[in-house]
């Protein structure tokens, strides 16, 4: 036998594409909201077996939070992006606002806030999962908001801390209008005046 003979493997070949599936997930989860979608529907979208994803991810918990975390780093991670630039602080809140408010890829809400609003539905993969994601949120608009502070541009009444928690909710709740289909730039207008001293 030549040495360059190969044994046929066992079984049937490995033909599921765990990137693809995870972007089918992804993509529903985010659209209908994750506790609309079952896996079986998963499964016909992105055409593989209940079996092969269950090999590939564990079970329903796995592939969700395979979701979540493709969704934080193709997503949430433009936000994170606008929070490092070297913009003034109050063009970092505007285009974050913007973002939030009139960008088409927030066109369906937010996964990371239609996940945390039905965390207690989530496996304990995906809970962990929201967690370091929020934490991470938090530590970011802490950041920014110290750095407005420091410029004279947080109002001087707000603690930081209070007004980064108050930022984040407010860009939660600005998702969850899209998400809606209702207008959300009222409520990130008033975040912005709340936070923000104007520009003279």
Same mark, same amino acid.
């Given at each position: 036998?030549?040495?360059?003979?190969?044994?046929? $493997?066992?079984?049937?070949?490995?033909?599921l594409?765990?990137?693809?599936?995870?972007?089918?997930?992804?993509?529903?989860?985010?659209?209908? $909201?994750?506790?609309?979608?079952?896996?079986?529907?998963?499964?016909?979208?992105?055409?593989?077996?209940?079996?092969?994803?269950?090999?590939?991810?564990?079970?329903?918990?796995?592939?969700? /939070? /395979?979701?979540?975390?493709?969704?934080?780093?193709?997503?949430?991670?433009?936000?994170?992006?606008?929070?490092g630039?070297?913009? $003034?602080?109050?063009?970092?809140?505007?285009?974050?606002?913007?973002?939030?408010?009139?960008?088409?890829?927030?066109?369906?809400?937010?996964l990371?806030?239609?996940?945390?609003?039905?965390?207690?539905?989530? $496996?304990? +993969?995906?809970?962990?999962?929201?967690?370091q994601?929020?934490?991470?949120?938090? %530590? /970011?608009?802490?950041?920014?908001?110290?750095?407005?502070?420091?410029?004279?541009?947080?109002?001087?009444?707000?603690?930081?801390?209070? /007004?980064?928690?108050?930022?984040?909710?407010?860009?939660?709740?600005?998702? %969850?209008h899209?998400?809606?289909? +209702? %207008?959300?730039?009222?409520?990130?207008?008033?975040?912005?005046?709340?936070?923000?001293?104007?520009?003279?």
């Amino acid at each position: 036998m030549s040495s360059e003979t190969k044994k046929p $493997g066992r079984g049937r070949p490995k033909t599921l594409s765990k990137d693809h599936v995870i972007d089918v997930a992804m993509h529903a989860y985010w659209e209908e $909201g994750p506790s609309e979608v079952s896996l079986n529907e998963v499964c016909q979208r992105a055409g593989v077996s209940k079996p092969s994803v269950y090999r590939e991810f564990g079970n329903d918990d796995g592939l969700s /939070a /395979a979701a979540l975390q493709r969704y934080a780093e193709t997503v949430l991670s433009e936000m994170l992006a606008i929070v490092g630039s070297d913009d $003034g602080v109050a063009d970092k809140i505007r285009k974050i606002a913007f973002l939030s408010a009139e960008d088409p890829l927030h066109e369906h809400g937010c996964l990371f806030v239609s996940m945390r609003s039905t965390k207690a539905q989530m $496996g304990p +993969q995906t809970q962990e999962l929201i967690d370091q994601i929020e934490d991470m949120a938090f %530590d /970011a608009f802490v950041g920014l908001l110290t750095e407005a502070s420091a410029s004279g541009q947080l109002k001087n009444d707000i603690s930081v801390e209070l /007004a980064a928690r108050y930022l984040h909710a407010q860009i939660g709740m600005a998702l %969850d209008h899209r998400a809606r289909g +209702q %207008d959300p730039k009222e409520v990130l207008d008033l975040a912005l005046s709340v936070l923000v001293e104007p520009e003279e």
